[in-house]
């Protein structure tokens, strides 16, 4: 039961990342509903995959000063190091992201916060690396810093992304971009959201952001399959 609260909230908690205000409030009692499978206001449906068992995120919060350390002894050249969209001129930096908690007496609740990623491309650590099975979860800002995401909802189906790690390029390709509602959704259209930020079977990119820049009511979530290697 324990590790299943601690899923729903840090998948609560990405509802939010990639723009600011990047902070939501969970109070310690919720636990979130199973994500639904059926999508109904998104630009394209996607399939839902069988969900593994046996891969859950991290159970304590990751300090922001030691995310990097860990991440180096933990992965090594594994680590995701630059990001490369050809449609959108993207050319990214990305660096690991974890994330921290408050205890707010008042609320009765805890405050979780995942860390800004800045002018670069977030990694979210608990998400898996190219060279494994299952969901490889970036994101980045549409309106902050370097904007590095300010288009992303402009890629099309078939356009490539690439990420480079220390052992070689991976090569993905966008089949669905999604406009997800996101500020005053309801229940069904967050748990629609949390689907995407789940693990899987198969081997995707999940690029997420706001959208759009003028008021980030909602998310645009990219997903992408790896091409697999000649």
Request: glycine share 6%.
């Amino acid at each position: 039961m324990a590790a299943k609260k601690t899923q729903a909230i840090i998948i609560l908690a990405l509802l939010m990342a990639g723009c600011a205000p990047a902070q939501t409030t969970v109070p310690t009692t919720q636990i979130l509903p199973t994500p639904l499978a059926q999508i109904t206001h998104a630009r394209t449906a996607v399939p839902t995959e069988a969900l593994p068992t046996s891969t859950s995120p991290v159970q304590i919060p990751i300090p922001k000063s030691d995310i990097q350390k860990m991440a180096d002894e933990l992965y090594g050249v594994r680590q995701i190091g630059q990001i490369s969209i050809p449609a959108l001129s993207v050319e990214s930096n990305v660096i690991p992201v974890g994330w921290r908690i408050q205890f707010a007496e008042e609320l009765q609740g805890s405050e979780f916060e995942w860390d800004s990623p800045g002018a670069d491309v977030g990694w979210v650590i608990t998400s898996v690396l190219p060279d494994e099975t299952g969901n490889v979860i970036l994101y980045g800002h549409n309106n902050l810093y370097g904007r590095v995401f300010e288009h992303l909802a402009d890629l099309d189906e078939g356009d490539k992304i690439y990420l480079q790690t220390g052992t070689r390029r991976w090569e993905y390709k966008a089949r669905y971009v999604l406009l997800l509602p996101i500020l005053g959704a309801n229940e069904k259209q967050v748990e629609t959201y949390q689907q995407y930020l789940q693990p899987t079977q198969d081997e995707r990119l999940t690029l997420i952001s706001c959208w759009p820049p003028v008021s980030n009511t909602h998310r645009v979530v990219v997903i992408a399959f790896r091409v697999p290697k000649p």
